[in-house]
């Protein structure tokens, strides 16, 4: 019995790895999965494809980071993204930098960014928030579409320049590297972000989901630790920025819109809001929907429906808000929230669960810092 | 002099369609708590409802009496496609406000998506009749007819909804249950009518708005909706969340700067203005400029 809990314990912290190799091994590969992708695996356009939906998990969950984990409700996390696209593609294509200078000044532009526009946004909590952040994100996307002195090229997007980038990211024949970079950011993403929910941050980020009233009480100060959390987001989302850009060889005026975050918020939702291997598969599931939906509507299966089907599915976005929506309303936690029921159905009890469960966290919190009732400890609002 | 009476009549008529808008929004919020992002559907829904009708319906047209035919024909589809939306899909989730939120954010997606499936994402010329397309000589400035249709509407739409919460019935289980929904519920009155009711004149509101809109602008897009929701957002937050004075007053102040910025400075600076306008107001008074409701 014992052994068995071992076992498993083991497969789930293995999983992971195994995953992780596959997609490494994937370019290897030349199955070819008729209905799923067009070409065989390693076929330029699967692998494309393949690590847009790789780089939409990673951002997804920097996003989870925020709404799932910490319960804030950012509709302008599309912001540091553009930032990450657009701030790259300039220092290229504008000033001629060279691909590290460019990678390290953006990343600075993705950490000062979230922290001037945090550490404003902050000072107001709830819709209040939500509406600042949007509000914000805005103003990055009527810049773009008003392509100030020809700079960011409006709604045409701005194709890069291609002559400071390494002959390993240039090509169709090289998209099997930027398929690996893909991997190498979702992976990173998702290392950063294990490992900080995990920390002593990551217990108050839960625990101000939870209840902040109560975390103040503590003795912390949310605000810290949220502008924390905004900032560390944003980075990751900026990162995510470069590497799309890197795979698209320029920057679209669509990732600036709120559409853009939105559709974050449906990734995250529907692959399990505060899970993190949720979070990725909403990324890879709604990218990977997103294509090949299009493609579905203009293929003849749909095209000979009777118009009242026909004219529906033609559009990926009316079928992804439907499932949404049924997801909202039928499947709590999304995708994760569904497994993990499934996996207590079959074992007929509960497994202590690696999170606190809702409304634990702060208890939780509380035991970890030893204040309250009995906390006898000092201590310095950590 | 004539510049100043045309930006602000202008203004003016851009803040009237705001309020439209947002006056449906905030009673949303404040009575439900639902930042309801398919509002700019229901715009959608009413401006493509109205298109429609002057082009298909019978005794409908876009001119005289038809026109104002087409547009109640969209009007109630709107009010139609609100209620059922919030006795479907809003009412089951009651009390769960995250999950309500992210219901209109997926409808937000949904409707858009299929009326841009239906008639195409092209802009399609909306009917303007003869009498909104001619211009009327204030103080020298020669105004498009359309800015007073817009403030007209605005003001009789201000007028009503205040009346209607005023003195009717209705009117003061809303105005109590904004206050306090628990309190109202405690003494033993279905706030959920309520909710449906509140919903359904949102959206007659956005429809109204998207008609008249379509108007303004001289075309209709499935996008166009969601744009106008952003400043409709920010319209709601300046006046308080769930006020319907602070939010005319708010559209007001939001209209004007927009129209004057843009025209002063530079095209784009006056939505700029007015997102800088929301981070002034919010952190000065976190609560928006009215910070008890009317």
Redesign the interface.
Same mark, same amino acid.
Do not use: C, K, Y
């Given at each position: 019995m014992k052994d068995r809990a071992v076992n498993r314990r083991n497969v789930r912290r293995l999983a992971p790895l195994v995953v992780l190799v596959v997609l490494a091994l994937l370019p290897y590969s030349t199955l070819n999965l008729p209905g799923l992708f067009d070409g065989v695996l390693n076929s330029p356009g699967t692998l494309q494809l393949l690590a847009l939906c790789l780089v939409f998990g990673g951002v997804a969950l920097s996003f989870d980071l925020l709404f799932g984990f910490t319960g804030l409700?950012s509709f302008g996390h599309a912001l540091y993204f553009a930032a990450g696209t657009y701030g790259a593609n300039l220092l290229l294509t504008e000033l001629g930098w060279g691909l590290g200078a460019a990678i390290a000044a953006t990343t600075v532009l993705g950490i000062v960014l979230p922290l001037v526009i945090g550490s404003?946004a902050l000072?107001?909590s709830g +819709?209040?928030f939500?509406?600042?952040t949007?509000?914000?994100a805005?103003?990055g996307s +009527? +810049?773009v579409l008003?392509d100030p002195g020809g700079l960011t090229g409006g709604e045409e997007g701005l194709a890069v320049d291609r002559t400071p980038i390494p002959d390993a990211f240039v090509g169709v024949f090289n998209t099997v590297n930027k398929y690996w970079l893909a991997l190498a950011y979702l992976v990173l993403v998702y290392a950063v972000v294990t490992w900080v929910t995990r920390s002593r941050a990551g217990r108050v980020w839960q625990a101000i989901r939870e209840n902040e009233r109560r975390v103040e009480v503590l003795g912390l100060r949310p605000y810290r630790f949220k502008l924390l959390v905004f900032v560390l987001a944003g980075l990751l989302a900026t990162l995510g920025g470069i590497v799309h850009l890197l795979l698209l060889g320029g920057s679209t005026p669509r990732v600036t819109t709120?559409?853009f975050t939105?559709g974050l918020?449906?990734m995250v939702?529907l692959g399990g809001a505060g899970s993190r291997w949720g979070a990725v598969l909403g990324g890879v599931l709604y990218t990977y929907l997103d294509s090949r939906l299009t493609d579905l509507a203009s293929s003849p299966a749909v095209q000979d429906l009777p118009a009242w089907l026909r004219?529906?599915l033609?559009?990926?976005?009316?079928i992804?808000?439907?499932l949404? +929506?049924l997801v909202?309303?039928f499947v709590?936690g999304g995708i994760a929230g569904l497994v993990d029921r499934l996996g207590e159905r079959r074992r007929g009890r509960r497994r202590p669960a690696e999170n606190p469960p809702p409304g634990r966290a702060v208890e939780r919190l509380r035991d970890e810092i030893g204040a309250g009732v009995g906390g006898n400890r000092p201590h310095d609002g950590v | 002099m004539t510049t100043f009476v045309l930006l602000s009549i202008t203004g003016l008529g851009l803040a009237a369609l705001y309020f439209l808008v947002a006056s449906g929004l905030s009673l949303i919020?404040g009575l439900m708590d639902v930042?309801n992002?398919a509002h700019g559907a229901f715009l959608t829904i009413g401006a493509y409802g109205t298109w429609w009708a002057a082009g298909n319906l019978p005794g409908a047209g876009s001119t005289g009496w038809g026109f104002v035919l087409a547009v109640a024909f969209g009007v109630g589809v709107g009010t139609l496609v609100a209620a059922l939306i919030e006795l479907l @899909?809003i009412r089951?989730?009651y009390q769960r406000h995250?999950?309500q939120? @992210?219901?209109t954010?997926?409808?937000?997606?949904?409707?858009?998506?299929?009326v841009?499936?239906?008639w195409g994402s092209d802009p399609r010329p909306f009917p303007r009749p003869e009498w909104a397309q001619g211009t009327t000589s204030v103080l020298g400035a020669n105004v498009p007819n359309d800015r007073f249709l817009l403030i007209v509407s605005a003001v009789v739409v201000l007028v009503s909804v205040l009346a209607f919460l005023r003195f009717t019935r209705v009117g003061l289980i809303i105005r109590a249950g904004v206050e306090n929904r628990t309190m109202v519920t405690a003494l033993g009155i279905d706030v959920r009518k309520a909710f449906t009711l509140v919903f359904a004149i949102g959206g007659a509101f956005a429809a109204l708005a998207g008609a008249l809109g379509g108007i303004y602008l001289g075309s209709i897009s499935p996008g166009q909706g969601?744009s106008l929701l952003?400043f409709a957002?920010?319209v709601v937050?300046i006046g308080g969340?769930s006020s319907i004075t602070g939010t005319a007053a708010a559209a007001v102040l939001v209209g004007l700067v927009q129209q004057f910025a843009n025209y002063y400075a530079a095209?784009?600076v006056g939505?700029?203005s007015v997102?800088l306008l929301?981070?002034v107001v919010?952190?000065a008074r976190?609560s928006g400029l009215s910070a008890r409701l009317a």
């Open positions: 409700l404003v000072r107001v +819709i209040a939500s509406m600042v949007l509000a914000t805005q103003v +009527i +810049i008003q709120a559409d939105i918020l449906v939702v004219v529906p033609s559009e990926p976005l009316f992804l808000g439907t949404f +929506i909202v309303l709590p | 919020f930042l992002f @899909l089951p989730l995250i999950e939120v @992210l219901v954010v997926g409808l937000s997606l949904a409707l858009v998506a299929l841009r499936a239906v969601t952003i957002f920010i937050v969340m095209s784009g939505d700029l997102v929301l981070a919010l952190l976190p």
